[in-house]
């Protein structure tokens, strides 16, 4: 190989590895903001809250930068099959992961209102619908540096647990409010947390998908496993 011809190859490597790195790196800031966005909710930790808040700029940010870098990598190197697919790819799961990162921070918004009310039940299956969520997007973000599809099928399977969860504290939540109306404004609160959870477990299934797409060349077979079933939920109060 000639040495010009091997020195743009070494080079393009280069800025796949690079590629791969900042969309790594943009994971890991989304990944920490859900998991102290969890924490304020479930713990009513207020600088847990604030951390989130403080760190969603840092997350736009870094999605500029990638698609900057995507860009002049498409215009320049003109990939073809799987190297494009990847680059192209990247763009997709920068947007994915920064939506991820503003549910996130309104979930820890709304934590911060949370904290002036005193809830008269337990948190245990957000707390469950949290940490589901959190597996999700380690193992997606995990997959994406090893180009793992069998990880990315797995989240892709587990989109659906999520979604009886939150089915659950859909009617669990309304409950409440009809129980006793002082619960209406914590509980409205917990409902969207709860549905930007389910959101976050979404994004990280489209992830997974274009993470799919993008290294084996063809869509993952089948419809997605979906479970939300709150858009027919009827919840009446006990008759008398």
């Known amino acids: 190989m000639p040495e010009s011809t091997e020195h743009i190859v070494k080079s393009y490597e280069q800025e796949l ?48 930068q990638i698609q900057q870098f995507v860009i002049r990598m498409l ?4 990939p073809m099959a799987q190297d494009l ?7 997709r799961i ?8 503003d ?18 039940f337990a948190l ?3 707390a469950n619908m949290g940490r589901l969520v959190q597996q999700s997007l380690k193992t997606v973000i995990d997959a994406i540096g090893e180009e793992d599809t069998d990880a990315a099928v797995q989240v ?16 669990e939540l309304i409950t409440y409010m009809m129980e006793d109306p002082r619960n ?13 959870l389910e959101r976050i477990g979404d994004h990280a299934t489209n992830i997974a998908e274009t993470l799919y797409y993008a290294v084996k060349g063809e869509p993952l077979a089948g419809i997605r496993p979906k479970g939300d079933t709150s858009a027919y939920a009827v919840v009446r109060p006990p008759s008398e």
């Open 17 to 64: 590895h690079r590629l791969r790195s900042l969309i790594t790196e943009m994971g890991g800031l989304v990944e920490s903001e859900v998991a102290l966005a969890c924490q304020a909710v479930i713990d009513r930790d207020d600088a847990a809250a604030a951390s989130v808040v403080e760190a969603d700029p840092k997350v736009d940010a870094l999605e500029q």
């Open 75 to 78: 215009a320049l190197r003109q």
């Open 184 to 196: 209406i404004t914590p509980c409205t609160h917990l409902l969207f947390i709860a549905k930007n």
């Open 124 to 126: 245990t299956g957000l």
């Open 94 to 101: 920068t947007g994915d992961l920064e939506r991820i990162g």
């Open 85 to 91: 697919r990847l680059i192209v790819a990247g763009l």
């Open 156 to 171: 892709w399977r587990s989109d659906e647990e999520v979604d009886g969860i939150y089915n659950a504290l859909f009617r």
């Open 103 to 120: 549910y996130a921070a309104n979930v820890a918004k709304r934590s911060m209102v949370l904290g002036q009310f005193t809830l008269p």
